[in-house]
Each structure stands twice: as structure tokens, then as C-alpha cells.
T-cell receptor, first 116, second 110 residues
Framework: NAGVTQTPKFQVLKTGQSMTLQCAQD?????MSWYRQDPGMGLRLIHY???????DQGEVPNGYNVSRSTTEDFPLRLLSAAPSQTSVYFC???????????????FGSGTQLSVL | TQLLEQSPQFLSIQEGENLTVYCNSS?????LQWYRQEPGEGPVLLVT?????EVKKLKRLTFQFGDARKDSSLHITAAQPGDTGLYLC??????????FGTGTRLTVIP
């Protein structure tokens, strides 16, 4: 049972570089989302999607882009990395399109990103 | 942003002791969840409470949702080393608005 798969596990970038964090789920979930986790701040929602072709901004969307061309995949793109984007990033999915409203979220194991 | 404050931030106890973790907010939530996260992994859902005053038990863990649906507590009886981890509460406020608390890092010493 793969569940939610994130790649890479670790990444180091230089300021200004771009990269894409990959997220895939094999549970046919409608809802997918990206969170960042910083010490003492809990998890904060970056972007989410309630189905293929539909995306929306969360609490901290600046500096990040997303797209949802298939039900399975929800990549997160950093266009020009900044040190403030150093964080641990988690992808999550839920069966219900209301995944952010109390439905069970399934999380990936995270990507630890450092921007120098 | 709807802030969920958890206390304590860190907790280190001996095996067998009881403990309570609190999750407080000035906002009302339609439901509240508790997750546990282990190092290098994503959070895993423990429970969802939806009714003010609701109490749910999961083996040695007891979860309570406040009457006004602004706060919640997690009580662990006879803590075991396997309970070690980061405990996160998360409140839902409307569709696709889930706000996570600041977290409580629990260490249970054998």
C-alpha cells in the first residue's frame, strides 16, 4: 500500500534556483494539498486541489505554484527559491473534496528542503 | 489565520505517568482532529471530534472537545515509550480550511 508518495526526501537549493516537489497518491482521492512545517508554527497550508484541474491558494501561497492535471499527481513548484522557504514540506490527500474540513487526511513522509 | 495554541510545547515524563495536552483557540471550529507525528514521517490521524462536549477514547488516550468548540484536550493514561512523538491538533473552519496547532512534543522515558 503506497498511499501518498513524496520525492525527493531531502533537497538543498541555492537562492534563486527552481525545483519541483513531487507528490503522488494511489487512493483515487479527490482532495490533495501541500503544507509546510516550521518549528513552533505547526503546519500551514500552501495550496490545495479539490479535483483534477482545480486548485486554490491556502494560507501561505506566495513563491509556490501548483497544477493538478491528473487525480494522482499534485506537484509543488518553487519558481525562485529563497532562504525563507527552508522548511519541511508535506503533501496530504483525502477522499472527500472537503478534505480540509475535518475529513481524514493521509500524509506523505515529507521533503526536507534547505535553501542556502 | 485562526491560531491554535497547544500547551505544553514540550513534555518529558516517566513511563507509567499520566499527562494532558491542551489545544486552545478563540475561534469556533466545526470539528477538531488530533494527529501524532513521528520523526521523519507525516502526521497520522488519531481521532476526529465534531460535537461540543464530545469525549472519545482510543485505548489509553481520551480526547475531549470543549462545549463551545473552541478548545480540546488529549489525556494519556499510563504513558508508554511508544507514545513518544509530536502531537498536533487541527481545527476545521469551513470547507477546506484546516488550521493546525503549534504542536506538543512528548517524550516518554522508559
Amino acid at each position: 500500500n503506497a498511499g501518498v508518495t513524496q520525492t525527493p526526501k531531502f533537497q538543498v537549493l541555492k537562492t534563486g534556483q527552481s525545483m519541483t516537489l513531487q507528490c503522488a497518491q494511489d487512493m483515487n482521492h479527490e482532495y490533495m494539498s501541500w503544507y509546510r512545517q516550521d518549528p513552533g508554527m505547526g503546519l500551514r497550508l500552501i495550496h490545495y486541489s479539490v479535483g483534477a484541474g482545480i486548485t486554490d491558494q491556502g494560507e501561505v501561497p506566495n513563491g509556490y505554484n501548483v497544477s493538478r492535471s491528473t487525480t494522482e499527481d499534485f506537484p509543488l513548484r518553487l519558481l525562485s527559491a529563497a532562504p525563507s522557504q527552508t522548511s519541511v514540506y508535506f503533501c496530504a490527500s483525502s477522499y472527500s473534496p472537503l478534505g480540509g474540513a475535518g475529513e481524514k487526511l493521509f500524509f506523505g513522509s515529507g521533503t526536507q528542503l534547505s535553501v542556502l | 489565520t485562526q491560531l491554535l495554541e497547544q500547551s505544553p510545547q514540550f513534555l518529558s515524563i516517566q513511563e507509567g505517568e499520566n499527562l494532558t495536552v491542551y489545544c486552545n483557540s478563540s475561534s469556533v471550529f466545526s470539528s477538531l482532529q488530533w494527529y501524532r507525528q513521528e520523526p521523519g514521517e507525516g502526521p497520522v490521524l488519531l481521532v476526529t471530534v465534531v460535537t461540543g462536549g464530545e469525549v472519545k477514547k482510543l485505548k489509553r488516550l481520551t480526547f475531549q472537545f470543549g462545549d463551545a468548540r473552541k478548545d480540546s484536550s488529549l489525556h494519556i493514561t499510563a504513558a508508554q515509550p511508544g507514545d513518544t512523538g509530536l502531537y498536533l491538533c487541527a481545527g476545521a473552519a469551513g470547507a477546506n480550511n484546516l488550521f493546525f496547532g503549534t504542536g506538543t512534543r512528548l517524550t516518554v522515558i522508559p
